[in-house]
């Protein structure tokens, strides 16, 4: 046990050494994480106030109740005179949008032919449009609203205006509450930091059994194994070395991220499980594929490719679930999704009891793939 | 002569080496096949949870089953729709919580809970939601003036209301401020192909990086320098080599995503400025990395953290029309932005080589000075 500890020890100065394990294990998930929530999570957050121009061409009763759709939205509204200005300054980017009022807007309301309402917008900044879009969907709403009450009673022009007061007094009759922003479960820098988290793990653990093919190339294994070290010691040094890596990666991530960037992780019982059975499913894949390759090269280049192909099936970068069918199945193949899965139902607020499934399962791939390792692994250690 | 010779060596050891291939060519046509499958279809989804069994609640899911655009799906429980939305199922749910249709017959104002997945997509459905809500709601208004109006029922003004409901007096159209119609939204797919590639490009340039080092570990380039070339002819090599294989990359892609989805990239002339530009940027920026490092281990994990970084700053993971307003200033630091902004024009814009020509000199200063830094790296590297 002892002299695994030694290899353990002398693996881990190495990599420290020449600061990759610090590169990867750290520093390269910290950093995509913080720009992964920097640009995502801004976006959710609506704060941005969008400037949309108004054109009135109409000057009837219609146009002044305009104001009464625009309330409470995203939009600041702003009186621009004519289209010309309008469409020069959303082609600047001066506007975000810009709503034209068409001419007989006011007598369309009131029972006359039917009109266009233009929303003008840059095809670059299709948020902005939407914001106008929706805009001018829910003032032609209000419109249509005051023309069915008004042809329902057969009102007149006079009676009308009456009507379109009182809708525009009345309370809407549905309101639609959006609780986005205010649930952690769908934080997107949580989501990001366990993301990366779990997808550099796997190149973090690759130092461990991988370094069999280094020490072969260099030819210390031949010494290793002249030296009166049982070879379980060995490769016992090689799997604990993996195993702290692993475990100091996935730990630093999540209290940076929870302190500095305020992600929400979740109970921190489930999260240490969930991150035990995480880094214990990826040493096992990777000593599996590393038993499979004959040199350093060929080890790296499949170990590269298998954490890459698993990172991305298993939702590390986009949700593939959304693809469903045969993708959402591959994706279920992955440690990366029961990981994502698990503690996405923990950061919700689910019980302890949510971490089950998913760290079975982990166990369950950790348990195959490292009995496959172990079968194969005397080839590596052999001088 | 001589720097072709160097040129043919550089591409023969990158592809001799079956791992490149996968990472240079299969890997990004891979991503792409599976973004299409995940975001082909142009249609969003939402998920319903209808707790409410009356007639108003059946109708205005029929609504939202009918906006173009968005479909539905309908779950049992809370649970199950927060997972579909959670995991990204569905990009939506909405919940008619039971006594929808009571709220409403008795003129109070009802609430529907609403809740998306925060990614691009988002404002575009919630906006659909709106809309079939608003049907809805108009209708329901209309038929409580005229309650309060005539002194019927609310049952009977409904009656009067529906029987002249027709065509809204006014229709909302987009236009384009350029002139004409607004474009057709493309889907998250055919806006996502450029984005992955600048992101492919530029990453596997820097990872590339990692081939410097060994040739200068196996001793090629101290061969190459004993011959009578010149370092000038040396470093040409060297850098003519990496560019054409960046630029194969590119090709690669932007056929196959043409082929096989029929994405559109827009003017040849306009693309090609971008995508020349663009991947001697990346060159220079491996070739400088393979420079600042002495060892493969550093040197790969510093061009995969740089290269994804610089990707998902620059707006090739989330568009950069999402981000906030100083957040989309910091983003062109990075050259993804800038070309990201010049795909934009081409593609989403429909203009020409001219449209883009700040952001290709934008591009090409970047390659001026990664390029002039990395070539006297290079040379010190080599040549003491």
Redesign the interface.
Known sequence: MRTAFLITAKDLRQRLR???AF??AV??PL??AA??G????????G??AYQIGLVNLDYGPAASWFSNAGEGGPGALRDTGNETVA??E??SGELDA?IVLPPG?SA??M??P??????????????G???A??I??????????????S???HADSAATIR?AT??AA????????????T?N??D?KTYYAAAMAVFFVF?AVQFGISSLLDERRDGTLARLLAAPIPRRSILGGKVLTSLALGLTSMTVLALTTRFALGAHWGNPVGVAVLIVCAVLAAISVTAFVTTLAKTH?QAN??L??VS??LG??G?S???????????AILSKGTPHAWFL?GL??LS?GGALSVIVEPSLVLLGIAAVCGALALVRVRKLIEP | MKVLAIVRTELTRTFRWRANIFFLLIMPMGLILLLGAAFGNSSARVGILKQENGPLAAQLVKNLGAQPGLDTRSYASEGALEKAVERGDVSGGLVIAPGYDQHLRSGKTANLRYFARPDSAAPQIRVAVESAVSAQGSTLLAARIVRAESGTTLGSALGRVSAVKGASPVDVRLLAAGGGKYPQSRGQFQQSASTQLLLFVFLSALTGSVWLIETRRLGVARRMLSTPSSAREILLGIVLGRWIITLLQSLVIVLFSWLIFSVNWGNPLGTSAVILAFSLVAVGAGVLIGTLFGSEQQAAPTGMIVGLVFAAIGGSMAPLETFPATMRKIAHITPHAWANDAFNHLLVGGGGLSSVWLDVGVLCAYAAVLLTLATWRLRRVLTT
């Open positions: 020449d600061r990759s590169l990867v520093i390269a950093a995509l720009a992964l920097a640009t995502i999570s801004g976006f959710s957050a704060s941005k469409r020069s959303v082609k810009a807007l369309a309301s029972g006359g039917p009109v266009r309402l233009d929303v003008i917008g840059d095809p670059k900044n299709s948020i449009t939407l914001v879009r929706s001018a969907d829910s003032y032609a709403s209000y419109l249509h609203t005051i023309s069915i009450a042809r329902a009673l009507i009182d809708v009345a309370k809407p009759a549905i309101v639609v509450g959006d609780t986005s922003t649930r479960n769908l997107p190149f090269e280049a499949w590269s490719i890459v192909v991305m099936l939702g970068f986009f949700p593939v679930a959304q693809a469903g069918g045969v993708l899965s996405q139902d919700s």
